[in-house]
Each structure stands twice: as C-alpha cells, then as structure tokens.
C-alpha cells in the first residue's frame, strides 16, 4: 500500500505563503494524477489541485491563480505552493493518487494543517 506524507504547513498571516510537500512511498511517476486536497472540520474533503501525468494542471477556482501544483518524479514528491493566503484557506491538506484516470484514490496519510489569520 502506498503511503503518502504531507508536510510544510503552519500558521501564517493574509497575503502570506507556504509551500506543501507530499513524499510518497513508491515511484509517482506510475500514477496517472496526483492531487492536493483539503479538509475544514465539519465539511467534505475537496480536491483542490490536481496535476496529471503528462504535466497538465487543473485547480479549484478558489485557489486559481494562487496556488501552484508540481511534481518531482526523481523525489516522489508532489509540492503545492501557495501564495496570497487567505483565512478560507484554513484547512487540512492531504494528496493522494489515481493509478489510472478512472480509479479510486490511494491511501489518506495524516495530512498537514494550514492556519492562515492575522
């Protein structure tokens, strides 16, 4: 089973940025997209960036613009930066993987939180 771990999150003012990792356990470069998610206490996980495996990107529009979905295949790691926070992005945020373009996702690891207030 893979395992992905999310790391880089912490507490941060408006206007301000993080950069997220996810290491996975396996070669990332056998799934066919991997993507950001995140979670607010109460509500539904919500993908939130997704970057396929030939290099297209694809995001939520509450983050277009802001935030930037990459991967390093050499690493099996996916990153998300995020610029220009806002307290709305407050939140847990989890990657995970399909293997193909009409699978399940993977495993969930535990997800790093990300506080943004002044």
């Known amino acids: 089973q893979v395992q992905f771990v999310e790391s880089g999150g912490g507490s941060v003012q408006p206007g301000g940025s993080l950069r997220l990792s996810c290491a996975a356990s396996?070669?990332?470069?056998?799934?066919?997209?991997m993507g950001w998610y995140r979670q607010i206490p109460g509500k539904q996980r919500e993908l939130v960036a997704t970057?396929?495996?030939?290099?297209?990107?694809n995001y939520d529009d509450s983050v277009k613009g802001r935030f930037t979905i990459s991967r390093d295949n050499a690493k099996n790691t996916v990153y998300l930066q995020m610029n220009s926070l806002k307290p709305e992005d407050t939140a847990v945020y989890y990657c995970?993987?399909?293997?193909?373009?009409?699978?399940?996702?993977?495993?969930w690891g535990q997800g790093t939180q990300v506080t943004v207030s002044s």
């Open positions: 970057i396929i495996s030939g290099g297209s990107t």
């Open positions: 396996e070669s990332i470069f056998r799934f066919y997209a």
């Open positions: 995970n993987a399909k293997r193909t373009r009409y699978g399940a996702v993977l495993n």
